[in-house]
């Protein structure tokens, strides 16, 4: 993605609401026409909505303009989003190693 970029914030759930979905679907295409280069999904608050959403924007976009999602790596590799923005309110991950014996794993760890 290059940078300066310009940015549609969705919120995940709305769109699922079949009463938004395609109205929203016309607006991102609309957006990504007049020169939108990014997507931000914010589903903090249900990650299997955003999941969801991620899919059917992911699918939307067409590889014309790039799928953030916020603060969630592990459901941005599941869909193959461009990347992810963290916030300070996100998930932490963090590097941890267990038990002293040399082996290290990432670790999920909620704040």
């Known amino acids: 993605m290059d940078l300066p970029a310009l940015l549609i914030t969705l919120q995940a759930g709305s769109l699922l609401e079949p009463a938004q979905a395609e109205q929203l679907a016309e607006?991102?295409?609309?957006a990504i026409t007049a020169g939108a280069?990014?997507?931000?999904?914010?589903g903090s608050d249900n990650a299997a909505a955003l999941y969801e959403a991620a899919v059917k924007v992911k699918e939307l976009l067409r590889?014309?303009?790039?799928?953030l999602l916020l603060d969630r790596l592990d459901?941005?590799?599941a869909v193959?989003?461009?990347?992810v923005?963290?916030?300070?309110?996100?998930?932490?991950?963090?590097?941890g190693s267990e038990g002293g014996g040399g082996s290290s794993r990432w670790e999920q760890q909620e704040k």
């Not at 280069?37 to 914010?42: K, P, R």
């Not at 193959?80 to 990347?83: D, Q, V, Y």
């Not at 963290?86 to 590097?95: D, E, I």
Request: negative net charge; proline residues 3%; charged residues 15%.
């Open 27 to 30: 607006a991102i295409n609309d």
């Open 37 to 42: 280069t990014a997507v931000l999904l914010d």
């Open 63 to 67: 590889e014309r303009a790039a799928l």
């Open 75 to 77: 459901i941005a590799a």
């Open 80 to 83: 193959g989003a461009e990347g």
């Open 85 to 95: 923005v963290l916030s300070p309110t996100g998930v932490f991950w963090g590097w």
